[in-house]
């Protein structure tokens, strides 16, 4: 792996700073992008969902085809604001959106009673009956 | 000075974003450890489940699994990688408590720490590290230093690269033209035959050797011919293989490759007695097993395997295979650790082809090694072959200086099986229903 920092200008940086609303230091973001580019294989600018799905621990979370799915496709930028919810500098109420955000399936703005049942079964599997589950 | 380590868990920990894998302890020092490099990752309210696989075949008694940290910190190392991660922990959350009390909805909607360590696996995961070859700190950046890095690359391709070449063909000649008359003129007679070809064998790989400057220092005693015995070692490149084959003719256990490797697993090997197999052939386990048994039981060289069944880099052991620990004989670790200074011998197989390693090799100043052969293991009583093979991975890590990852080195080339997931999903259901119970 190459010195891929000195690709990312100061400029970049603040940018993507600033579209993450400060939620990572610069080194944080440099680091980033190291990983990003780690991850991108095939260097198209973009981390396929197979790349995410060849980190054995990411591939057995079993919230991985949720995250897949807002995942799909991003570019860098997108990628540290996905990431700037768990920055330990962002506030509660971005966190609770983000987790809003992966319950929110539809992507309709709401959360169902349905959309509760889904994460409880991607968390459960097939370990708990649907009748469990509508009791707890 | 060797670096610390202190970490208690390894894998998946968010990485200390402030840092390049590659910076060394002074740089590292010099910048000072401000709050700009905590890992930034984790919602405050989050626990972590630490959860340690171990699988090496299908069936179910491979799986293993604890909720405690997984990793001892190995002292012995010049930790490159990270600072001490311990200082950066929130206190006391490490091991999964199980939550007590009546279910509460929160606790149901809670899904941050399964987020956690998703967003965590992203932004780092220790499956990766294992295989990520660190480049060498550059140092010729200078007005002053360039002319001598220059210096450094006229001297190694110009002088020391064709000296190299020619004393590896003329070791080729000598080796040819000894072993070709060996292995026809002497067929009546097996057992000299044997012995002038391993001879040959151990002088064609002090060629090998000496074409890459290698300075190898073995450690321990010296591995003896005796049946009912296996020798594993940690595996970096396939120059292990070369090293270990210039002290003692071990017979060995190799995946078959293409091309002129081929050509030689094909002809000179067969001197030694191999066994090949083919990583991608699901049957392939049976049949390989079955001939490892005759062998140990049979022949008269022991047999070198490499557990781990891939090449990781040198900072790491991934699981072992638990194929050279079910096979009722004593098993004798050695332990292989390269000096990165001189060159980085992990064979990155993704990146480069083997005759690009070796020539990347032929063109360093040299190959710095140690190997330690360490004492003789055997099962003891009560213990699983898994146990016994992670239990030699520990002597094995630890002497080497090594760190250890819960992860297959299979899983390089596949996904993980879903049985993972499916554990996981299962004691979060268990706790669950558990407490549902409790009310």
């Known amino acids: 792996m190459g010195n891929t920092s000195s690709m990312l200008t100061q400029y970049d940086i603040e940018e993507v700073q600033q579209h993450c609303n400060g939620a990572f230091s610069q ?38 085809q949720r995250l897949l799915r807002m995942l799909d496709g991003l570019n860098f930028k997108e990628f540290v604001a996905f990431l700037s919810a768990f920055s330990p500098r962002a506030c509660l109420q971005q966190k609770i959106e983000f987790i809003f955000r992966v ?12 959309d509760v049942l889904n994460i ?12 469990q589950r509508e009791v707890g | ?47 972590r489940k ?25 002292s012995s190392e010049l930790d490159l990688d990270r600072p001490n991660i311990e200082d950066y922990l929130p206190s006391g959350s490490s091991i999964q408590q199980e939550p007590d009390g009546k279910l509460r909805l ?29 480049s060498p700190e550059p140092w010729n950046w200078n007005i002053y230093l360039f002319p001598l890095w220059c210096f450094g690359v006229v001297f190694r391709y110009f002088i020391l690269f064709p000296l190299r070449v020619i004393v590896l063909t ?48 073995y450690h321990g005693p010296r591995p003896s011919m005796r049946p009912n015995q296996v020798f594993v070692a940690n595996h970096t490149s396939m120059i292990d293989f070369i090293i270990l084959e210039q002290m003692t003719a071990f017979s060995v256990i190799m995946q078959k490759h293409a091309g002129w490797v081929g050509l030689l697993q094909s002809t000179i090997l067969e001197s030694v007695g191999c066994i090949w197999f083919n990583r991608t052939e699901s049957k392939d386990r049976e049949i390989v097993a079955r001939k490892l048994r005759e062998h140990v039981q049979g022949a008269d060289n022991p047999l070198l395997i490499f557990p781990e069944g891939t090449c990781v880099n040198n900072h790491y052991t991934v699981m072992f295979k638990k194929g050279a620990f079910e096979l009722g004989c004593s098993v004798c670790p050695i332990a292989i650790k390269y000096n990165k200074i001189f060159v980085d011998a992990f064979w990155n197989s993704r990146k480069q082809s083997f005759t690009k390693h070796l020539l990347q090799l032929m063109t360093s100043w040299a190959v710095v090694c140690d190997v330690w052969y360490l004492e003789p293991q055997n099962l003891k009583p009560g213990e699983t072959p898994i146990e016994f093979a992670e239990r030699v991975r520990d002597i094995i890590s630890a002497r080497a200086g090594l760190k250890k990852v819960p992860w297959d080195g299979y899983l390089k080339h596949s996904r993980p099986s879903p049985k993972h997931r499916e554990r996981k999903q299962q004691s979060f259901a268990d706790s669950v229903l558990r407490r549902l119970e409790e009310k």
């Open chain 1, 27 to 64: 080194q944080e973001i440099v680091s980033l992008y190291q990983r990003f580019f780690q991850l991108d294989r095939k260097g198209g600018g973009f981390i396929s969902a197979e790349e995410f799905l060849s980190v054995p621990e990411f591939a057995v979370n079993p919230l991985s």
């Open chain 1, 103 to 114: 319950y929110d399936s539809d992507c309709n703005g709401k959360v169902t009673y349905s």
């Open chain 1, 120 to 131: 409880l079964r991607d968390l459960t599997g097939q370990f708990i009956s649907e009748q």
């Open chain 2, 1 to 47: 000075m060797p670096w610390r380590e202190t970490r208690k868990q390894m894998g998946g920990w968010p990485s200390c974003f402030g840092l390049r894998g590659e910076e060394t302890e002074q740089v590292w020092r010099k910048r000072g450890r401000d709050s700009d490099t905590k890992p930034p990752k984790k919602p405050s309210k989050s626990r």
């Open chain 2, 50 to 74: 630490r959860i340690q696989f171990a699988e090496n075949e299908e069936d179910d008694e491979a799986l293993k699994m604890s909720t405690t940290g997984t990793l001892k910190p190995s």
């Open chain 2, 106 to 134: 929160r606790d149901l909607l809670d899904i941050s720490p399964t987020l956690t360590e998703a967003a965590g696996a992203i932004v780092d995961d220790s499956f990766t590290r294992c295989f990520k070859s660190n």
């Open chain 2, 170 to 217: 003329l070791g080729w000649i000598i080796f040819l033209s000894s072993y070709i008359p060996v292995h026809f003129l002497l067929k009546g007679h097996e057992k000299l035959r044997r012995k002038l070809e391993r001879l040959l064998v151990e002088l064609i790989c002090s060629f090998f050797v000496a074409s890459w400057t290698g300075v190898v220092k």
